[in-house]
């Protein structure tokens, strides 16, 4: 069974950083692209970064370009997304999502990042 | 603002179809596969339609996609109160280089 499980969510002050990690089991991670897609409170979702199989292609939405990096260890079946300089507006529920072929078929449950002071 | 447009909600009666639409340009659904998404309260995104009109393993055929030109449809047949969720349209966009999703229609069953 397909499953991602994200972790290191929290509290954070603005200009802060955080660094969620996504653990993924019951398939081959080293063969499929991954993404972050995020949800702030009551708004819809936002494509936030894609990073492929062998981290040789990595994209940004334009909004986090430079705070945020994204990478993976495909050893240890892991995808993780380094957030500095976060901003009141970061606040969302950051999932990570398996892509395949033009879709994102799997999705985590989540990890919610809450920028305040 | 988001590059795809949904209808913020729309509702229906038990048994009715209701249909979802999402308008998008040549860049994203004129070029590329359209994608629909269901978000039950409080839970995570799951793929409905992948590729304008395919299900994946496990979703009922009363859910069904089409695309014409830069706009695309979902449709739910034979509604049913577990249906009740927010709905998203997602595809690539050639020119912005990434996914795009629309802003999300909500289904309510009356």
């Known amino acids: 069974e397909v499953q991602l499980v994200e972790s290191g969510g929290g509290l954070v002050k603005p200009g802060g950083s955080l660094r969620l990690s996504c653990s993924a089991s019951?398939?081959?991670?080293?063969?499929?692209?991954m993404n972050w897609v995020r949800q702030a409170p009551g708004k819809g979702l936002e494509w936030v970064s894609s990073?492929?199989?062998?981290?040789?292609?990595?994209q940004y939405t334009d909004s986090v370009r430079g705070r945020f990096i994204v990478s993976r260890d495909n050893a240890k079946n892991s995808l993780y997304l380094q957030m500095n300089s976060l901003r009141d507006e970061d606040t969302a529920v950051y999932y990570c999502?398996?892509?395949?072929?033009?879709?994102?078929?799997?999705w985590g449950q989540g990890a919610l990042v809450t920028v305040s002071s | 603002q988001s590059v795809l447009t949904q209808a913020p909600s729309v509702s229906g009666t038990p048994g009715q179809r209701v249909t979802i639409f999402c308008s998008g340009s040549?860049?994203?659904?004129?070029?590329?596969?359209v994608n629909w998404y269901q978000q039950l309260p409080g839970t995570a995104p799951k793929l409905l339609i992948y590729?304008?009109?395919q299900r994946p393993s496990g979703v009922p055929d009363r859910f069904s996609g089409s695309k014409s030109g830069t706009s695309a449809s979902l449709a739910i047949s034979g509604l049913q109160s577990e249906d009740e969720a927010d709905y998203y349209c997602?595809?690539?966009?050639?020119?912005?280089?990434?996914?795009?999703f629309g802003g999300g229609t909500k289904v309510t069953v009356l």
């Open positions: 999502a398996r892509q395949y072929s033009s879709s994102h078929d799997y």
């Open positions: 019951g398939f081959d991670f080293s063969n499929y692209n």
């Open positions: 990073i492929t199989s062998r981290s040789s292609f990595i």
């Open positions: 040549r860049s994203n659904i004129g070029s590329d596969s």
């Open positions: 590729s304008h009109n």
């Open positions: 997602a595809a690539w966009d050639d020119s912005l280089n990434h996914w795009v």
